[in-house]
């Protein structure tokens, strides 16, 4: 295992002052998964009707294998795009029919050379970042699991040697065979794979408290964040994905619900936006009925 650097040489009694609020000129690079139906340059508009500096998307269909190629002009116009409306940043999220950790020859190879695709047209675009859902495995261990996924891994970056775009592994519910339900999954990931620049972490508040990680007090999110730090580092924390949980704790439950509405409360999303301003934040959150700014509005509220 890598040796991670800090908290936990520090005094137990002195853990709640690690994670204090960073002082920043900036915005709270806060935002929402929005949509490319119709053309990616839509993904821009509702980022700026929604007034935000980040957003999410999928850069293909995210429901089919078939690749999506985009041209050096559609991401320069893409980027361009972003500039004029402000936004900071865009990042991807990736098909949820990868699954590196299969043992599946076919699957694997398929979610390698998917993975690979998704990452180049992330080039193109200037986007720094792809989320991914690590993968499954029922037939064998979840150490063997891992090991796949990083082996997998290794060979995505031997194929996409030229880009710099990073993969964030996402923590999940940790819903039956899936890998990232405890983080030291994603740190054991991190440990195997060769080229390590080319990882990080994003973290989604409803697939932690689902996976029993107790983050509804300001003391549990910081011994939830002692924890994340001690498996990746929280160096490696690129992102976060912001959602209300509505099953309970510890129930592998993965359905994402309105901030405020669900069983978390909104303690953990505060600690989030005044200690993590320069991390990206997305919703994925339901959309009906104009939630998504209702959620912006009330995330903004919480900034001290």
């Not at 990232?180 to 990931?189: A, P, V």
């Not at 989030?272 to 339901?286: D, G, Q, Y």
Request: charged share 30%; glycine share 8%.
């Amino acid at each position: 295992m890598i040796k991670r650097k800090g908290i936990y040489n520090i005094p137990e009694k002195c853990k709640k002052h690690l994670f204090l609020k960073i002082k920043s000129t900036y915005k709270m690079l806060l935002g929402v998964h929005c949509s490319i139906s119709g053309g990616i340059e839509n993904a821009i508009i509702e980022a700026a009707g929604l007034k935000t500096d980040v957003l999410q998307i999928f850069t293909k269909n995210q429901r089919a294998w078939k690749e999506k190629e985009y041209s050096e002009a559609e991401g320069n116009a893409f980027k361009k795009d972003m500039g004029d409306n402000s936004i900071k940043m865009c990042f991807s999220h990736t098909t949820y029919l990868l699954n590196l950790a299969s043992s599946d020859d076919e699957l694997r190879n398929k979610s390698i050379k998917g993975l690979a695709a998704e990452l180049t047209r992330c080039h193109v675009l200037g986007l720094p970042y792809a989320v991914l859902h690590p993968g499954s495995n029922k037939l064998v261990s979840k150490d063997e699991a891992i090991s796949i996924i990083a082996r997998s891994l290794n060979e995505v970056f031997e194929l996409t040697g030229g880009i710099d775009t990073k993969v964030l592994l996402e923590n999940t519910a940790g819903q039956g065979s899936t890998i990232g339900g405890e983080f030291e999954h994603l740190g054991d990931i991190m440990d195997q794979v060769e080229r390590k620049s080319r990882l990080g972490v994003c973290c989604d508040t409803c697939h932690a408290f689902a996976a029993g990680h107790d983050i509804r007090t300001q003391d549990s999110f910081e011994d939830t964040m002692a924890r994340l730090h001690k498996a990746v580092d929280l160096d490696n924390l690129l992102a976060f994905h912001l959602n209300d949980s509505k099953g309970e704790l510890g129930k592998h439950l993965d359905r994402h619900e309105n901030i405020g509405q669900g069983l978390i409360g909104p303690e953990p999303f505060r600690q989030i936006i005044n200690r993590f301003p320069a991390k990206p934040k997305v919703l994925e959150t339901p959309k009906k009925e104009d939630w998504d700014a209702k959620n912006l509005n009330f995330l903004r509220s919480l900034l001290d």
